[in-house]
């Protein structure tokens, strides 16, 4: 019987995206800051995955003065509502190194001082207004905030990708990758090429890149197949860019090799892994 090997995609590969988050603890720092620790960029388009890339923003959201927050995050118009509500019900009460954070307290007191900026915050029953993640749904930039990380994350809608790029240029945070969420590859090869950005991952956050770092390092064009993620570097209008995504479309997809012969798991590779031309 065929087994399944190690590196097969896993349910924490899909549900514990970030793998390689820090299990310590660090001293967290309240003072105000006037810069941003970097920044990601999401886009979810209509046929991606909405209940992981609500699961994935949700979660930024909770600390947002991290290193590398979702900022901003691009949502297809036909999609919107739905996408924003299911947001919402992932929301929890924020750790008071966040609600108190002086960044935070500023940011939410100008916003519901204003009146005039649609924002959502947690449900009552979930978590106070004062203590909750804000994804603010229309009218505003970053550039709308005093300068530094914001602890907001702003939310745009669009229609085609070209809508994207033009998002992308008009926020301000320092966006250091993209994360899209779509049902095919083909829209990333569409925004790569229109936006200042050199990393992009689909369906997927946080993969190590070390497996194309020396190709991209030493500008040479090479795809990368290993434990279940596809490895891309290429140039693009003269900028190198790297682009991750799952290659595997399922959890543990059948084996092809001739039926009691399956060696896979001991040679540790995905069943028929080889026929991928592996370098």
Known sequence: MCERPKNAITHDMVHHLRYDKPKFTVAHDMKPTKFWPGARFMVVCENGDLNTAAYCLANFMQEPFQDYPMATVAVQESIRDDFIERVRIRFKQLKPHVALHPNFERNYNLLKHDGN??????????????????LV?????HIYFPSGAT?????????????VSLIFGKETPPFDSICIFDEGI???????????????FVNCIDVSLVPIMEYYSSRTPRVVYKNGYHYE????????????YPYLASL???CCCPAGLCNCH???????EENLHLK
Do not use: Q
């Open 137 to 141: 749904t229309e009218g505003v930039t």
């Open 233 to 244: 570097t290429l140039s693009m209008n003269d900028t190198w860019r790297i682009i991750v």
């Open 266 to 272: 001991f040679t540790n590779l995905i069943c028929c």
């Open 151 to 163: 602890g907001m994350t702003t939310l745009h809608k669009f229609e085609t990708i070209p809508d």
């Open 252 to 254: 543990a997809r059948p």
């Open 186 to 200: 083909i829209s990333v090869y569409d925004l790569a090429p229109r936006v200042k950005c050199v990393k992009f």
């Open 117 to 134: 900026i649609k924002y959502v915050v947690a449900y009552d029953e979930d978590a106070p207004a004062c203590a909750s993640p804000v």
